[in-house]
Nanobody, 124 residues
């Protein structure tokens, strides 16, 4: 069984920073694609950043230059470092691992395993 547990969310003021973590068990993330998604109230789920098996990183235009995805294979944990946060970054953030489809399909939401999410709230 694969489990993903996110942490690090919270409430901060605009301009602040947060680092989200996603601890993964049941699968070795060193050889799989991983990604972060978010869903804001009333909006569709959005792929924020992805790290493919081949090392390629993809980042949404909405967070480019502010968010960084990374992982620590030894800890089997992935991270999302977020800087210069804006109120529009308010959302529930989810980590996901394993892409067995095209990357385009995966960033549209077709990842195999998902966490429960962690809430990020940015006040102006």
């Amino acid at each position: 069984q694969v489990y993903l547990v996110e942490s690090g969310g919270g409430s901060v003021q605009a301009g602040g920073a947060l680092r989200l973590s996603c601890e993964v068990s049941g699968i070795d993330i060193s050889d799989v694609s991983v990604a972060w998604f978010r869903r804001a109230p009333g909006k569709e789920r959005e792929a924020v950043a992805g790290l493919r098996r081949d090392g390629t990183i993809t980042v949404s235009d909405s967070v480019k230059g502010r968010f960084t995805i990374s992982k620590d294979d030894a800890k089997n944990t992935l991270y999302l470092q977020m800087h210069t946060l804006k109120p529009e970054d308010t959302a529930r953030y989810y980590c996901a691992v394993v892409c067995q489809s095209t990357w385009r399909a995966c960033v549209a939401g077709n990842m195999n395993h998902w966490g429960q999410g962690t809430q990020v709230t940015i006040s102006s």
